[in-house]
């Protein structure tokens, strides 16, 4: 079992920084991918970065550029450091976390964290 809490979210205005956080704790050796999805309103959740524990990023092509992920593995935290930040990046972020163990894949989410982006 693997336990995901989320911080940092929060209101800010266009063009406005945020620093989402998540901190893991339990089976985190198990652990391939850790990532960062977000659902707005009325959409699907949707994958917005995730970073593997060689440090190999990907990210969803409306945020590459702005939203950078990190971790650290010494701390078992995650990071999204989201700049430039646009109204539609408005959604309920969730951390998320991958693993296979004996072949089984197992998904991991925390609590998510609201991000609102508004003048």
């Known amino acids: 079992q693997v336990q995901l809490v989320e911080s940092g979210g929060g209101l800010v205005q266009p063009g406005g920084s945020l620093r989402l956080s998540c901190a893991a704790s339990g089976s985190i050796f198990d652990i391939n991918v850790m990532g960062w999805y977000r659902q707005a309103p009325g959409k699907e959740r949707e994958l917005v970065a995730g970073?593997?524990?060689?440090?190999?990023?990907n990210y969803a092509d409306s945020v590459k550029g702005r939203f950078t992920i990190s971790r650290d593995n010494a701390k078992n935290l995650v990071y999204l450091q989201m700049n430039s930040l646009k109204p539609e990046d408005t959604a309920v972020y969730y951390c998320?976390?991958?693993?296979?163990?004996?072949?089984?894949?197992?998904?991991?989410w925390g609590q998510g964290t609201q991000v609102t982006v508004s003048s």
């Open positions: 998320n976390a991958f693993s296979v163990v004996f072949g089984k894949e197992y998904n991991y």
């Open positions: 970073i593997t524990g060689g440090g190999r990023t």
